[in-house]
């Protein structure tokens, strides 16, 4: 088998995803016995973005390696939803991954991509029919709110439009690696999360993020919240979750990950608190990339 192929990967929302595969040293020529770790990168990041290339680089020395390019991001089609419709985008590479003969598939995902493993993990994972309650949290906008999780014409369990039901038809992931997550939505507490919501609200905050940070995000916003990331923790077992935060984190403090870390299942959730480390991706030292991808080894 070639050890590095490119494609174009159709969401089931039909957004083009621009994704590569590259085999690790490491690995055998039959994929079916190794694990490939899925990787989702933070917002405005892209699969050719040299944070993500140096991830995949470490990863790579461990297992097979998955990045792509979140919708509104890179060559990807579409506009970025923020965390939201990503879910479609992640379902489609784990789905490649199994497609290419993988049967053990970890995701890992930086910051925006963090919310987004752990959101994908709850709506395609195994424990389907639930129907989480929304509870707001400081910062969140008040009152239930469904987002994704309530139910819809082809959707009976709550699932995202177009997530299909048995198994989630090979997207659910074997185990889930959060890094630098965001337990909730709208915080502004940091000036560099201010900074990313006036990109994001603002018509010429996307102005900037398109033409200087090369992303394209959706003017329309979100009709419904989607489900939160603290909400969606709890329904990701029994999958395996690591929760991996910095102290020094300068968008998210340690409340999130906290958070994250006690609404799920303490028997097959970890939390890592790492000292000195900062954000997401380009944060992330080699050391601490060599560790999450051995406890994916051991968990997937």
């Given at each position: 088998m070639t050890r590095e192929l490119r494609a174009t990967l159709l969401t089931d929302d039909a957004v083009s995803i621009e994704a590569l595969y590259e085999l690790s040293p490491a690995s055998g020529a039959e994929p079916s016995d190794h694990l490939v770790l899925v990787v989702g990168h933070g917002f405005t990041g892209a699969l050719e973005r040299p944070a993500l290339r140096r991830v995949a680089s470490v990863f790579r020395q461990r297992t097979a390696v998955i990045t792509f390019s979140f919708r509104g991001h890179g060559r990807s089609g579409g506009r970025s939803t923020v965390g939201?419709?990503?879910?479609?985008?992640?379902?489609?590479?784990?789905?490649?991954?199994?497609?290419?003969?993988?049967?053990?598939?970890?995701?890992?995902?930086?910051?925006?991509?963090?919310?987004?493993?752990?959101?994908?993990a709850a709506l395609y994972g195994k424990n389907h029919g639930i129907q989480p309650v929304h509870v707001a949290h400081d910062g969140e906008r008040t009152g239930r709110s469904p987002g994704r999780t309530a139910p819809a014409a082809g959707a009976p369990d709550g699932r995202a439009p177009g997530a299909p039901g048995e198994a989630a038809d090979g997207a659910a992931p074997d185990a889930v690696i959060a890094v630098s997550a965001p337990a909730r939505w709208y915080y502004r507490g940091t000036a560099p999360m201010r900074r990313v919501h006036w990109a994001?609200?603002?018509?010429?905050?996307?102005?900037?993020?398109?033409?200087?940070?090369?992303?394209?995000?959706?003017?329309?916003?979100?009709?419904?919240?989607?489900l939160s990331p603290v909400a969606a923790a709890p329904l990701i077992a029994p999958t395996p979750l690591l929760i991996v935060h910095g102290d020094r984190d300068p968008y998210f403090p340690l409340d999130h990950p906290r958070m994250l870390a006690s609404a799920a299942d303490p028997s097959v959730s970890e939390l890592w608190i790492e000292p000195g480390f900062g954000h997401a991706e380009t944060a992330a030292s080699p050391a601490l990339l060599t560790r999450i991808a051995d406890w994916a080894a051991a968990h997937a």
């Open positions: 939201d419709r990503e879910v479609l985008d992640l379902a489609a590479a784990v789905r490649w991954a199994r497609r290419l003969g993988h049967r053990r598939v970890a995701t890992v995902g930086f910051s925006m991509g963090g919310s987004v493993v752990i959101r994908q994001v609200t603002r018509p010429a905050g996307r102005l900037v993020s398109r033409y200087g940070l090369r992303t394209r995000i959706d003017p329309r916003g979100w009709d419904v919240d989607p």
